[in-house]
């Protein structure tokens, strides 16, 4: 039977999730805690240490208490993402975790921001596989509100994605990015870089 650390090496090694295997099948019984955690995290107030102790339990892993969370928020896996210190996620943010997620410190994620890490395989009779790969983003970004990041995309140290940006492809540290498909608009001072 599997274990979660077993899954976990699974999914950050990139291989394929056949749809009805074994991995499938403990990917679907994860969802479950993930799904009770955030309906306890969504349907009532909770104080900002509460919020840290249920994203904790979600995460599997202690949440810094300079962490800051606006519910709702949504995940279907939770063990996967990575946190660090002085992160501020805001409200309706939807994160797909399975292929990794990794958040620098300082970072600011605005409101309803889908964080993406699966896709499914082109070929039709192949459909239910899935291919996991990491979002990881740097120190100190800023993502606009309504942006979404894609399956395998870094996003480097102080950069800004604009508001409704779709990021298909990596973003170098210092850039601002905007767009569907989200593109460089513009480098940022050293000045205005946060350090």
């Given amino acids: 039977m599997m274990n979660l650390n ?3 090496e699974i999914l950050n090694s990139g291989e394929i999730i056949t749809g009805g295997s074994e991995i499938h099948q403990f990917m679907h019984e994860v969802s479950q805690e993930a799904l009770r955690i955030t309906a306890e995290l969504n349907n009532a107030y909770h104080t900002p240490e509460e919020i840290r102790i249920l994203m904790s339990k979600l995460t599997g892993q202690k949440i810094d208490e300079s962490f800051t969370l606006f519910p709702p928020f949504h995940t279907d896996c939770g063990k996967n993402i990575h946190i660090g210190k002085h992160v501020f996620i805001n409200a309706g943010c939807k994160f ?3 292929g990794g997620i990794t958040i620098g410190d ?8 889908v964080l993406a890490t699966l896709n499914h395989e082109i070929a039709p009779a192949k459909r239910q596989g899935m ?3 990491p979002i990881k983003i740097g120190k100190n970004v ?18 800004i994605v604009g508001a409704g940006a779709v990021v298909t492809k990596n973003i170098p540290e210092n850039k601002i ?3 569907i498909p989200a593109k460089i608009i513009k480098s940022i001072d050293e000045n205005e870089i946060i350090n």
Avoid: C, R, Y
């Fill in 6 to 8: 077993e899954f976990l």
């Fill in 177 to 179: 990015v905007a767009g």
């Fill in 131 to 133: 291919i996991p790969k």
């Fill in 106 to 113: 300082g970072t600011l994620i605005g409101h309803n921001v």
């Fill in 142 to 159: 800023w993502i606009g509100s309504n942006a979404t990041i894609l399956a395998g995309v870094t996003i480097g140290d102080n950069a």
């Fill in 96 to 98: 797909q975790d399975q």
